[in-house]
Each structure stands twice: as structure tokens, then as C-alpha cells.
């Protein structure tokens, strides 16, 4: 009967899923690293060398995983509402015949259309073809090391004065902040914040709906930071 299935064991196992879900990401961050590092130090011209078609096909199988994980978790939560409405006969097969619903229309085309997975192409793009994708500031001046040297573009939030990590955009001026730096000046000044850029003409209080996320801007300020490690790290070397 539904009343003596043992819910918090279920739950239990789906605190572990998650972990596993942590570590997945982990391994796709991980690999995104080294697929960088391999176009940047090993000089990769063709986007289909070996190496990173190996890298692309590490990061599928985790956008594999991440998605049957997702996927197995949420025919769990479908079985637990039907045994709380009435009694199930057989668990096991009910989460089967759930889970065979939710995969029916799986292809692996549609792993490539992954976040993580369009980031990991994205960022591969970025450093074969420096002059593509970058801000509508920013143009490629010199070549220092091997590596495309941009324009300064302005990364720092206009509210917190630090570098911004994830940065987000008004859509009604244009101006750039840091997400969590522009969320705190929202909170604070209670539904009547504006733009904190000197200047800007526009009044009207941020709302969360006027803000999207630039990847664009983050992949430059990431590419930005990756060169000046680089840099220093060819510094300390020389020393």
C-alpha cells in the first residue's frame, strides 16, 4: 500500500543522485579546462583534430549522463505522486514504464544543444577564431604570444567597483553589473535602484526582468583571465 512505502529512503537515494550530479558537472568543467588549454598550448588549427574530437566525445557522454540522471530522477518523483494518490502494485515496473515515457523522444542530437556542451564549442571557436564573438567593444589589436590581445573591455561592475564574474545586462540602457552585486542594490534600495552608471539617462528602478545574462561578455572576461594567467605564468618562468 502507498502508506507504508518508505518515502525517506527514496529521498536518501536521490540526495546521492545529486551528488552524482555535482560530479558530473565537475568532469565537465574539468574537461572544457583541458580542451582549452590543449587548442591554446598545442597550437590545434582544425577544430576536428583527434585530440579535441576525443574531448568532444568526453563532454557527450557526460551530457549523456547529466540527462539520463535528470531524467531517472524525475520518473522517481512521478512514481512517489501515484503511490501517494492510491496503491501500486509494482513499483519497480511503474518506474521502468515512467522512465521508458520520459526517454521515448531521446536523441543524441539534442545533447549537443546542451548548455554545457555549447559552452565547451563555444569556447573552442573563441580561441581558434579570436577575431569572432567578441563584444561589439572589444577588436583584436596585436598578437602577444600566440594569443589574440584585445581592447580593454570595461568588466568591472559600475555598483561593486570588483571584476565581474557573471555579468548581466539592462536591456533598457545597455549597461553591464555584476549579477549578485546588482541583486544585493535591488534588495537594498527595495524596488527603487537605478542604473549606478554615471550618466545614463535611464530612470527607470531595475527590475529582475530588465536584466538578462551576456554570455557573450562572460566567455571574453573568462578568455581574459585565462590569457593573463597565462602570462604570468610565462613571467614566473622566465624569472
Known sequence: MADTVSFPVVDQAINTLK???EYINAGMDTTIDVAQDLV?????TEVS???VMDLRNIMLDFTRMDRDLQQFRAAVELVKRQCKKGAVEDMEELLDEKLAEIQAEN???ELKQDEK???FEQKIRDILHPEEGLPSQAQPTQVDDDIAVMQEVNTKCPYTGKEMTHPVRNIHCGHHYEKEGITQLMKNRKG???CPVGGCVNDKP???SDLEDDKELKRYIERKNRQATKRQKHAAIMV
Request: hydrophobic share 20%; no cysteine; net charge positive.
Open 192 to 194: 527603487r535602484a537605478k
Open 40 to 44: 591554446e598550448n598545442d597550437k590545434v
Open 19 to 21: 551528488k552524482v550530479n
Open 206 to 208: 531595475i527590475t529582475a
Open 107 to 109: 536523441t543524441d542530437e
Open 117 to 119: 556542451y555549447t559552452d
Open 49 to 51: 583534430s583527434k585530440k
